[in-house]
C-alpha cells in the first residue's frame, strides 16, 4: 500500500516542518533562520510559498522578523499547564473574564458526564481566560440545575473565591476529576474568541469533577488554542511495578 499523500498546502507542510524543529529544540530561541533563498534550496519551494510557512508561524508566536537582520526563533515558551489543576482566578499575569450564565440543556457528552436525564437543565458558565490581555482558553463549565439553582454558581457575577469554594460552600466539596483530552480543528466561534492563527487546532479538555459518593458535580470543555499550550502529567508508578512471574517447571 502506498503511503499516504499530505494533501495540506505546501507552505502548511513547511511551516510544520520547521514548526516541529523548534518545538523539539533542534532550533533554539535567538537562532537565526537559514535566509529565503537558503529555505527556498532546501524545501524546493518558491519564494512565495517560503514567506507565507514563515508568515503563519510568526503569526503563532514561533518566530520573529528583525528588519536587516533575519527571521529568529522567539523565546516562546509554551503555558505548561498541569492537567491536575485550574489556574487559580487572578493567578500572577492570567485573569477571568466572564461572558455569560445561563441555563441551558447541555451537549449530550455533559448530559452523559453529569448523569443528568437528556431534557435536563444545567446551569453554564462561560469564560475566557486571559494572559496579559491575551486571550489563551475559552471555558464552559456546567453544573446541575438542581445544584446550582438559586446560588452563586447561577449568579452573572464572579464567584468569590471561586467555583471550588461555592461547591464546597454547597456541601459538595470536590474529591477528584476525569480529564478527557482530544484535538480538533476550531469552531468560527473558537477562532474569533481566541483569536486563533490561521490553521491551528484546539485542544478540547473534558473535566468532570466528583463530590463524595462518586456524584458528578460540574463538568468543564476547556478549549485552548493548541500552539500556546503544553499540558503536563503526572503520575507515580512505585506502587504499580508488574510482580514477577512465577518460575517455570
Do not use: C, W
Not at 197 to 215: A, C, K, M, N
Amino acid at each position: 500500500m502506498p503511503p499516504a499523500r499530505d494533501p495540506r498546502p505546501r507552505h502548511q507542510q513547511i511551516a510544520a516542518e520547521i514548526r516541529d524543529l523548534i518545538m523539539r529544540g533542534e532550533l533554539t530561541p535567538g537562532e537565526r533562520l537559514p535566509s529565503t533563498a537558503q529555505l527556498v534550496e532546501r524545501y524546493g519551494a518558491a519564494n512565495a510559498t517560503i514567506q507565507h510557512a514563515l508568515k503563519a508561524l510568526k503569526d503563532e508566536g514561533f518566530l520573529d522578523s528583525h528588519v536587516g537582520k533575519g527571521v529568529f526563533v522567539r523565546d516562546r515558551r509554551p503555558f505548561v499547564i498541569d492537567a491536575a489543576a485550574y489556574i487559580a482566578p487572578e493567578s500572577g499575569r492570567f485573569r477571568y473574564r466572564l461572558l455569560s450564565v445561563e441555563s441551558v440543556v447541555p451537549p449530550r457528552d455533559v448530559i452523559e458526564s453529569l448523569r443528568l436525564v437528556p431534557s435536563a437543565a444545567a446551569v453554564v458558565r462561560t469564560r475566557l481566560l486571559l494572559h496579559d490581555g491575551q486571550p489563551v482558553e475559552l471555558s464552559s463549565s456546567y453544573y446541575p440545575a438542581e445544584i446550582a439553582t438559586g446560588t452563586s454558581l447561577a449568579a452573572t457575577t464572579e464567584i468569590r473565591g471561586g467555583a471550588p469554594r461555592a461547591l464546597a460552600d454547597l456541601g459538595y466539596p470536590q474529591q477528584h476529576f476525569v480529564d478527557r483530552i482530544s484535538a480538533r480543528p476550531p469552531t468560527t466561534e473558537e477562532i474569533e474568541t481566541l483569536d486563533l492563527p490561521d490553521g491551528t487546532p484546539v485542544i478540547r479538555q473534558l473535566r468532570v469533577i466528583f463530590s463524595h459518593d462518586d456524584l458528578p458535580v460540574e463538568a468543564s470543555v476547556l478549549i485552548k488554542g493548541a500552539h500556546l499550550y503544553e499540558l503536563l502529567y503526572r503520575q507515580s508508578v512505585a506502587d504499580e511495578q508488574p510482580t514477577a512471574p512465577p518460575p517455570s517447571t
